[in-house]
């Protein structure tokens, strides 16, 4: 009898003591038209930068804006990398969104779209900053022409080459391959084969990033384009997935496979100790090779062009600052995104983390900055350099999950069960037919 | 795990057969039989060791330091032990207020998942009222509605209440029963035989107190299941914190770990290492609780 009372009288108990405990307190979330005891206007940010590195590098910038005027104060909020999002989604839908939150800069035109990031052409009309930014990011943030999201941080792919592997060779180190031709031909000079097995890789392509950067190089474009035209089975691409196909061949799946599952797990990497003559990665890899493999004497290059003067056209992403809609101090939130934004806040975080930015001045101070050492000055001012030919793949509004009807039929050329041409002409048709039934309704 | 066992069970016949046609077989029946013994220790050993296998390269990462891990090709067995990583772990966030935050909710998930399954579950089982069969079926209908369906509106309701920011939407719904927990309570009460019930209902005891008196006791092993399940539910959960916590100080293990894997890397031993600490309670109660934890397994796939 007595035993059985101890359940719920330790329930009670706990509760009762729980009900103390900050987790079971209401109203300490941050409301809406949040105001602190000096009156400042509050504002949450969230981020998902919480990394050692990261962390305190955002909320130096955050403590800087604080002080730097005396009405608005921004928490900084750190929620984890992707899930973040849903999050995000899930406030808005509440209607309890936070102020200003760093969402990825390829679906913001999406996000303008469905209503879910607020229209900020109203303070560019006051204030047009448009120019401060990479043109191409810009047009990102763009939905109907008018801005959703404010440019923070992107990315470039770039030709990370192992110079020591390269005089080996009996190449010139100074000389990374610049076309597709020289690229094939190098990596076949570069490889050391030891029976059946590798020794050293020269390159293979598919390492570090997809088929749908090779297509970008060779043919500048994307999948889509703004009239809606679907471009996957052309000429151009068709040449790029045999050229691809070529390599796996060569190669084999066994060697490929075996490689890829280490630089997938993102648990070492075989350009690291020279087992892998060149690895096509964004510029952040240098700082992999500065903490991990020291020594390495490398080099950094333009993505190869397909043909000469085809062009090196690359790819990137990055990130916006943007207000969710339904945040309840715009005019603060803008105030605080243009801080992020601004050249100084920019600059800090180029070079504290070897990131590109948005903002035009201050990667190219960053570039300058004597706190990079040889090595990193080379790669970051060449990847400021490579923004010019660095393309976007903003998601199309017509059609946002097209990849997901792309990727398998390719897929299947990689697995030797299509051709190219089959692939592309069935992801033409899939394509051109979902764009259909979404730019119909 | 069914595997090591019916690979047993192979070697156990084949050894027979053959035992039979052998003229040897009497003489050497003792030797035979260690011999088989000695087969059947090395393939479940060697089954084991398949198992933990993934466990082994956790606690090898866990104490690697960030360059060898990221070395190529792999170490097996890390080069320099590096107890000092849980360390740097447990600081590099406030990981004692997640594990403090982290007990309070699952301890308070746990009583309210079985008060409230085995007195609804009670219901169902032994009170006879028009349409319960009908609300059964609601209830286990319920089943059939993905979690992420209700996902938005669920939090547009909690968030109406006021609700974002503290533990109530992770705790509250606990004390109102799940269609699975109350689907497995009902079947063990049903086993209690209803004369048993009318007879103490004839001395005059209440539904309440039969359900204190009789029902609890009878069920132990149910309900001892349903409280490791949603120990393990609520400790492993990771969506519910992150949709409805805000403030990091309310942060749960769970949301902690995602510190150590960012956009570009990921800091594998330190988030082995948490990731061990955080499995340490789950793998403690493993032992102490197998007994259930084994019938749980079965009743669920018996249940299905």
Known sequence: MKKLYTIPAAFLASSLFLTGCAGFQTGNNNDSSAENEEGKVVLDFWTFWGSEIRRPVIEKIITDFNESQDEIEVQHTYLPWGDIWTKELAAIAAGDPPDVVINDINATALRGEQNQAMNLSEFLAEDDISDQFYPELWDATLYEGDSYGIPFNTDTRVLFYNKDAFEEAGLDPEQPPTTWDELEEYAAKLDVKNGDDYERIGFYPLWGINYDVWMLNANGHNFINEDNEVLIDTETNLETLEWLKGWQDKYGDDVINSYKAQIDSQQGNPFFNGSLGMYVSAPTFYTQIRDYADDLNFGVAKLPEMEPGNGHTSWGGGFVAEIPAGASNPEASYEFIKYLTGAEAQEYWAVQNFDNVANIEAAESAAQSDEFTEDGTMVYSMATEYMSDTLLTPVPVSAPDFMGSVNPKIDEVFLGSKTPKQALEEAQADVESLVEKNTRE | ?304
């Open chain 2, 1 to 304: 795990m069914t595997s090591p066992q019916e690979d047993t069970r192979y070697v156990e016949e084949a050894g027979t057969t053959r035992d039979i046609k052998n003229p040897s077989y009497f003489e050497h029946h003792g030797n035979r039989k260690k011999m088989l013994k000695l087969i059947n220790f090395v393939l479940l050993a060697a089954g084991s060791l398949m198992i933990l296998s993934p466990l082994w390269w956790m606690l090898s990462t866990s104490l690697k330091t960030m360059a060898e891990v990221m070395s190529f090709p792999p170490t097996f067995f890390p080069e320099s032990w590096n107890w000092s990583n849980y360390i740097r772990t447990w600081e590099a966030a406030p990981f004692t207020q997640y594990t403090i935050n982290t007990l309070v909710i699952t301890t308070l998930v746990v009583i309210g998942n079985v008060l409230s399954n085995s007195f609804i579950a009670y219901g169902f089982a032994k009170i006879p009222f028009r349409g319960r069969n009908l609300l059964f079926a609601i209830v286990l209908a319920t089943m059939m509605i993905p979690g992420f369906v209700t996902l938005i509106p669920q939090y547009v309701l909690f968030a109406k209440l006021g609700w974002v920011n503290t533990y109530y939407p992770l705790v509250v719904p606990a004390f109102f029963g799940s269609a699975f927990n109350i689907f497995l309570l009902r079947q063990f009460y049903m086993t209690i035989p209803n004369e048993l019930i009318e007879a103490a209902k004839m001395e005059g005891a209440s539904h309440f107190y039969i359900w204190r008196k009789i029902g609890l006791p009878l069920t132990k092993p149910a309900i001892a299941t349903v409280a490791i399940f949603s120990f393990n539910g609520a400790w492993n959960d990771f969506l519910g914190p992150l949709l409805y916590l805000n403030d990091e100080n309310l942060y749960t293990l769970q949301i902690g770990l995602q510190v150590f894997k960012g956009q570009l890397n990921t800091q594998w031993n330190y988030l082995m290492a948490g990731s061990l600490l955080v499995l340490l309670p789950v793998i403690i109660i493993f032992f102490f609780f197998q007994k259930y934890f084994i019938q749980g397994i079965n009743l669920q796939s018996g249940g299905k």
